[in-house]
């Protein structure tokens, strides 16, 4: 029999629904995940950031993702032209992690899900979530169906949304917000990247900038077997005048128009299909009400530039489980103050970050010589993911970026 009452019913077991799955099992709540899919899965989204250890680690999943064998990761680089420079995540300004891992995230999903199962969460892998139904003060209902063509009612006492870009109760409630980020599409695949290069540093992602337009970006996300995650990010606009092309001819032609990302896979072997994401970033109306709130991507999602997103899911997730848990031993708890307020805090940091990498100004920051180091670590900071540490003046003021900006041109 496939109906029930549970604690809480999770919609996806992503990274943000098997971390909450974990804390809340752990805590003696009655947890069920229903997964859509089944795993290992594909997954956009390898290059994780320091911060994320932490949160891993509070999860319970630290140990199973260092056993695992990732790709080794202390920064990110960054090339434009002839520029090139990059950020050691270990000379950041904040405490804490300054080295992560790449991660095929269809392993690296399945190791959290599996740490959530162990823990004590249920998940069913190919059920998807249909339907929500508010049914009294106490609970509410999800119809969900299986492969198998059943159809079945659970209620639980409160969902958390974690189904990512499946945006289930953004869809069904009606939270859908447009983004203020502009449209754009993303095209990437994995391949076997024979890197020759010597000088090619495996253990940083490299961000490559488009020689003539500084809004079309690439990253190259080396993994530990010799394979690498490429895509390249480009406006709506110039991904329409080259529609007549296949995806994998515009992800190739736009590879090797630029240096740095040409030069690393002159030898490179392009051996799985290409995949594509169209107007990605996301936001809601609210991302908490009476029996419900929203993780990771289903919640906001704002650009792959600075891959915040799987440190957000986890960081969503830890919160979110913690005012669930206060919530079901029958604490007093607002979700706007616990949950939304806090989570906002990074993601607006990492706004005002994607901005300024769109506008220019932390492209002008990035490329500046002979940066004064202070300043140097906090950006650093920043983008190994310390994005709620206020101590830092560029958490607690983003808009500064602007401002160095202008002191970086004079
Ligand atoms: P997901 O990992 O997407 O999991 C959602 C799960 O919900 C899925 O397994 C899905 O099957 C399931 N689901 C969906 N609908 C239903 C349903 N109806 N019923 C049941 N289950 C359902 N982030 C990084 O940290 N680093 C990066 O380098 C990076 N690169 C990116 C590049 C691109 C082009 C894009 C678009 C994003 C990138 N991201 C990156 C973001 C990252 O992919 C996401 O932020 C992250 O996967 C979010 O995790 P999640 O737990 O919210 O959701």
Redesign the pocket.
Known sequence: NLNGNFDVAI???????AVAAAQLARNGHKVLV????HFP?F??????LPQSMELLEQAGMLQAVVEAGFQFKNGAAFANKGLYDFFDFREKFSPGWGTTYQVQRAQF?KILADCATKDGAEIRYGH??ESYTEIDDNSVQLHVYDEQQNEYDITAKFVLD?????R?LPKLLNLEKESTLSTRI?L?THIEDRIGLKYFDRNKILISVHPENNEIWYWL?PFSDGRASV?VVLPRTIYEQHQHQEDADILKYFIYQTGKMSESLTEAVFDTPVGK?AG?SSDVTQMSGKHFAL????GE?LD?VF?????I?LKSAILAAETLDKQLRGEQVNWKNDFEQPLKLGIDTFRQFVEGWYDGSLQTVIFTKDKNPAVKAMICSVLAGYAWDTSNPYVKNPKRLHVLAQLCQK
């Open positions: 919609i996806g077991a992503g990274p943000s629904g229903l997964e859509k899919q899965r997954s956009i989204g390898e290059s994780l999903d998807a979530v974690a189904s990512g870009f499946g289930v993303s990437f996300i895509g994401l990605y993780l990771g991507n289903a999602f792959p891959s915040s997103g799987v440190t899911a």
